[in-house]
């Protein structure tokens, strides 16, 4: 791990070595996180926020995602789910999915931070994974568009498992 300085806040890396690069990257996801979003509308629809949970289950292929919680916009909140499926052929590679099958990314963690885009016509995608340490990590999406204009940040630390009695 590495120490790095934004402004006034230090925060613990996950160090990206020559080891650390070609490592298989699925058990590193896999269990249950607490998720939190931000989601920042830069046309003047302001911010919604997220909160709920995230889990990635190994599959035999794969591993699938599952997110629930409640948005909250303005003073509306509505129940909120999403599923993907991330594949990694290359352990260091997460190639994801939507839940129809439909390419998303695909973020290469040998890099840090690992960067990735979608093309959606008339939509770009941007994309940014980092690991943050073993018990978190972002995925940051800068959204631009003709009608969008907005970044996503998520944050997800890992939900801690009770101690059996």
Not at 2 to 12: F, N, R, V
Not at 74 to 98: C, G, T, Y
């Amino acid at each position: 791990m590495a120490q790095e300085t934004i402004g006034s806040l230090t925060k613990q890396t996950l160090k990206i070595t020559p080891e650390t690069r070609r490592r298989d990257w699925r058990p590193y996801f896999e269990g249950v996180w607490r998720l939190t979003k931000t989601i920042e509308h830069y046309n003047g629809a302001g911010t919604a926020t997220f909160d709920g949970s995230a889990e990635f289950t190994r599959n035999e292929t794969a591993l699938s995602y599952s997110e629930s919680g409640a948005m909250r916009i303005a003073d509306m909140v509505l129940a909120s789910e999403q599923k993907q499926n991330w594949r990694f052929p290359n352990f260091h590679v997460a190639e994801i999915d939507f839940a129809d099958g439909r390419f998303l990314a695909a973020f290469d963690l040998s890099s840090d931070p690992a960067h990735a885009t979608h093309d959606c016509p008339p939509d770009v995608y941007r994309g940014t994974l980092r690991p943050e340490g073993p018990e978190q990590w972002r995925l940051i999406w800068r959204v631009k568009g003709p009608r969008k204009d907005y970044m996503s940040v998520a944050v997800y630390r890992r939900e801690k498992t009770p101690l059996p009695d």
